[in-house]
């Protein structure tokens, strides 16, 4: 097996005849890589090799590209693939395909070469590494083929560059166990589901119930001390670290555990599972830090059933609204009376009898998929948050008049419609013109709209979101003003109702920096972002120093879909800088 001490000695031709296969057909990717030596770690090799394509010109892309063979093409079936594409395309067993398989495949072939002008490119062994089957190799082609140009060359890279890790672990025989337990865990808690086919899980449902066994069930075989469910349905694990437990302080972790509907499988949960397997490590080890661990999967975070959200994290900050127990859902339960049908105690008293003493707590440190494209697009598989937006939220209503669309001159119109319109661009160009604010209009609605009649009202959302809440305040002063302005000029009248106002959670400064040392440590470069969309981490803000560690999703950062995904060395590579953010802890402790 190859070692990295090869590779860092070897002369300039060497490296680059070491690291054959590793890119088809592609060695000029090698040679330029061989500068960026010594490589601290394999995934510094990685990043290394993937920074050489990401820099190079479309021309060297795209040549990168059409060096990979179709899937089930002429060159596989006239046996003339490179060794590592033959294995590949073998172990996807798309070298026994069926008859209607393999027509399939190559009628896809050739609508993907006609829209495109080059081969489909998929990482066959999948983020699991095992494969994905001819089925989802076919679904993935059919979505692909409907993207953009653009979208769809930057997606092919990101294929070409899984391939070339998982040829890498190969010829390093490495395998990312720790990764593959994290995948294996998010897959068979997604069986557990309120919808047949996708994943679903909200608050105080038997599938949600459900999820927290098996949570609490994985957290006793990894060795935590305590292990329970509190008052709103937290799952709590505790590992005790030396020393007297009564007085020793415990450093706060977690994620939720609940889903939007058809949701991913990473989402939040990425961040329960990862703790969970740095404590199996040390249990396995006979290890205990100088502190404890508490790992906490937060039963609900998406507001998806009731009309709040952050339930689990409010209850551990003494948030936990009192008239949120009165809220109903869609089909008219009771919050108060779910909690109890799920066995839960559904009482104030039992609730604020869970908040925490922050003396008794070192800080909060939360790791979670981007839910974002900006790492997958840097090739870069950890980054370092900075700060939660801040935002706001309102739903609204313009109201003009509803007159015919062919009489009505179009001086003497009050469109409803056009109005919001205007909103929306002058909210695009507002929040495009400041760093790291963004605003977007999510629903619109014509009620009883039709083709021939001017739109006397339209409704729509408004979500304004910036890394500090000067610069959200700023941004809801203006978009605010505008939509008077708009409806001044337009002779139209408006409604804007708040429907939610949160502050930015900028991360505690000592924190993110133990974050970034152990990224370094692992050899990766430092990538630092913010974080727009809301997590737990904002509301333990409230209460402790919390500090984020961002993980690349797949399939161009989507998330809140089915399609969400992490690989198992990336998965991998999270656990492992936890671990070390432990140990840098320990050690200053």
Same mark, same amino acid.
């Given at each position: 097996?190859?070692?990295?001490?090869?590779?860092?000695?070897?002369?300039?031709?060497?490296?680059?005849?070491?690291?054959?296969?590793?890119?088809?057909?592609?060695?000029?990717?090698?040679?330029?890589? =061989?500068?960026?030596?010594?490589?601290?770690?394999?995934?510094?090799?990685?990043?290394?090799?993937?920074?050489?394509?990401?820099?190079?010109?479309?021309?060297?892309?795209?040549?990168?590209?059409?060096?990979?063979?179709?899937?089930?093409?002429?060159?596989?079936?006239?046996?003339?693939?490179?060794?590592?594409?033959?294995?590949?395309?073998?172990?996807?067993?798309? *070298?026994?395909?069926?008859?209607?398989?393999?027509?399939?495949?190559?009628?896809?072939?050739?609508?993907?070469?006609?829209?495109?002008?080059?081969?489909?490119?998929? =990482?066959?062994?999948?983020?699991?590494?095992?494969?994905?089957?001819?089925?989802?190799?076919?679904?993935? $082609?059919?979505?692909?083929?409907?993207?953009?140009?653009?979208?769809?060359?930057?997606?092919?890279?990101?294929?070409?560059?899984?391939?070339?890790?998982?040829?890498?672990?190969?010829?390093?025989?490495?395998?990312?166990?720790?990764? #593959?337990?994290?995948?294996?865990?998010?897959?068979?808690?997604? &069986?557990?589901?309120?919808?047949?086919?996708?994943? *679903?899980?909200?608050?105080? *449902?038997?599938?949600?119930? =459900?999820?927290?066994? /098996?949570?609490?069930?994985?957290?006793?075989?990894?060795? $935590?001390?305590?292990?329970?469910?509190?008052?709103?349905?937290?799952?709590?694990?505790?590992?005790?670290?030396?020393?007297?437990?009564?007085?020793? /302080?415990?450093?706060?972790?977690?994620?939720?555990?609940?889903?939007?509907?058809?949701?991913?499988? $990473?989402?939040?949960?990425?961040?329960?599972?990862? @703790?969970?397997?740095?404590?199996?490590?040390?249990?396995?080890?006979?290890?205990?830090?100088?502190?404890?661990?508490?790992?906490? +999967?937060?039963?609900?975070?998406?507001?998806?059933?009731?009309?709040?959200?952050?339930?689990?994290?409010? &209850?551990?900050?003494?948030?936990?609204?009192?008239?949120?127990?009165?809220?109903?859902?869609?089909?008219?339960?009771?919050?108060?009376?779910?909690? /109890?049908? &799920?066995?839960? @105690?559904?009482?104030?008293?039992?609730?604020?009898?869970?908040?925490?003493?922050?003396?008794?707590?070192?800080?909060?440190?939360?790791?979670?998929?981007?839910?974002?494209?900006?790492?997958?697009?840097?090739?870069?598989?950890?980054?370092?948050?900075?700060?939660?937006?801040?935002?706001?939220?309102?739903?609204?209503?313009?109201?003009?008049?509803?007159?015919?669309?062919?009489?009505?001159?179009?001086?003497?119109?009050?469109?409803?419609?056009? +109005?919001? =319109?205007?909103?929306?661009?002058?909210?695009?160009?507002?929040?495009?013109?400041?760093?790291?604010?963004?605003?977007?209009?999510?629903?619109?609605?014509?009620?009883?709209?039709?083709?021939?009649?001017?739109?006397?009202?339209?409704?729509?959302?408004?979500?304004?979101?910036?890394?500090?809440? #000067?610069?959200?305040?700023?941004?809801?002063?203006?978009?605010?003003?505008?939509?008077?302005?708009?409806?001044?000029?337009?002779?139209?009248?408006?409604?804007?109702?708040?429907?939610?106002?949160?502050?930015?959670? @900028?991360?505690?400064?000592?924190?993110?920096?133990?974050?970034?040392?152990?990224?370094?440590?692992?050899?990766?470069?430092?990538?630092?972002? @913010?974080?727009?969309?809301?997590?737990?981490?904002?509301?333990?803000?409230?209460?402790?120093? /919390?500090?984020?560690? $961002?993980?690349?999703?797949?399939?161009?950062?989507?998330?809140?879909?089915?399609?969400?995904?992490?690989?198992?060395?990336? &998965?991998?590579?999270?656990?492992? *800088?936890?671990?070390?953010?432990?140990?840098?802890?320990?050690?200053?402790?």
């Amino acid at each position: 097996m190859m070692k990295l001490d090869d590779l860092n000695d070897a002369a300039a031709a060497d490296f680059v005849a070491l690291l054959d296969g590793t890119y088809e057909h592609s060695p000029w990717i090698a040679e330029r890589a =061989a500068a960026a030596r010594p490589f601290k770690s394999l995934a510094a090799l990685k990043v290394a090799l993937a920074r050489v394509v990401r820099e190079a010109g479309i021309d060297e892309q795209l040549g990168l590209i059409r060096a990979h063979p179709e899937l089930a093409g002429k060159a596989a079936v006239a046996g003339e693939l490179t060794a590592e594409s033959t294995n590949e395309q073998q172990k996807a067993g798309l *070298t026994a395909c069926t008859p209607e398989e393999f027509a399939k495949l190559q009628k896809l072939n050739a609508d993907y070469n006609a829209r495109f002008g080059w081969p489909f490119i998929l =990482a066959v062994r999948g983020p699991r590494g095992t494969g994905f089957t001819r089925a989802e190799i076919i679904a993935t $082609f059919e979505r692909r083929l409907r993207a953009h140009p653009d979208v769809e060359r930057a997606e092919c890279l990101r294929q070409i560059h899984r391939i070339a890790e998982i040829r890498l672990n190969d010829k390093f025989g490495v395998r990312p166990e720790l990764g #593959e337990q994290l995948w294996d865990w998010a897959a068979a808690l997604a &069986a557990h589901s309120e919808t047949e086919g996708f994943l *679903t899980c909200t608050y105080a *449902t038997p599938t949600h119930t =459900a999820v927290a066994e /098996q949570l609490m069930a994985w957290m006793r075989d990894c060795g $935590f001390d305590e292990v329970r469910r509190d008052a709103v349905g937290n799952v709590v694990g505790v590992y005790n670290g030396t020393g007297d437990i009564s007085t020793q /302080q415990r450093l706060l972790t977690g994620s939720h555990y609940d889903t939007v509907r058809r949701a991913g499988r $990473f989402d939040g949960r990425l961040g329960i599972f990862v @703790p969970m397997l740095v404590v199996r490590e040390l249990h396995r080890a006979g290890r205990r830090l100088p502190f404890g661990l508490e790992v906490v +999967g937060f039963s609900e975070e998406e507001g998806q059933r009731f009309p709040a959200d952050f339930l689990g994290s409010s &209850a551990l900050v003494g948030a936990f609204q009192p008239a949120w127990l009165e809220g109903a859902d869609a089909a008219g339960i009771m919050l108060r009376d779910a909690m /109890q049908a &799920a066995g839960l @105690p559904g009482t104030m008293e039992s609730i604020q009898s869970i908040k925490r003493d922050p003396s008794r707590y070192l800080g909060f440190v939360e790791v979670h998929i981007e839910q974002g494209p900006v790492l997958d697009s840097l090739d870069l598989p950890l980054g370092i948050v900075t700060s939660i937006n801040g935002s706001r939220r309102y739903t609204g209503e313009i109201v003009g008049l509803a007159s015919h669309a062919g009489t009505t001159p179009m001086g003497q119109r009050r469109d409803a419609a056009a +109005g919001v =319109a205007e909103l929306i661009l002058f909210t695009e160009q507002r929040a495009a013109a400041v760093p790291d604010v963004v605003g977007t209009v999510g629903m619109l609605e014509v009620p009883s709209g039709s083709i021939n009649v001017i739109p006397g009202r339209c409704r729509f959302s408004l979500d304004l979101r910036a890394t500090t809440d #000067e610069a959200r305040d700023a941004l809801d002063a203006d978009v605010r003003a505008k939509l008077e302005e708009i409806c001044q000029r337009r002779g139209l009248s408006f409604t804007l109702q708040p429907t939610l106002a949160a502050n930015a959670a @900028p991360s505690d400064p000592a924190w993110q920096a133990r974050w970034e040392a152990a990224v370094t440590e692992l050899g990766l470069p430092l990538h630092r972002l @913010p974080s727009g969309a809301g997590h737990d981490a904002m509301k333990l803000h409230e209460l402790l120093p /919390q500090a984020m560690l $961002f993980v690349r999703g797949g399939n161009g950062g989507i998330s809140h879909n089915p399609l969400e995904s992490v690989t198992v060395d990336d &998965a991998e590579l999270a656990v492992k *800088t936890f671990c070390l953010l432990c140990q840098n802890t320990a050690d200053l402790s």
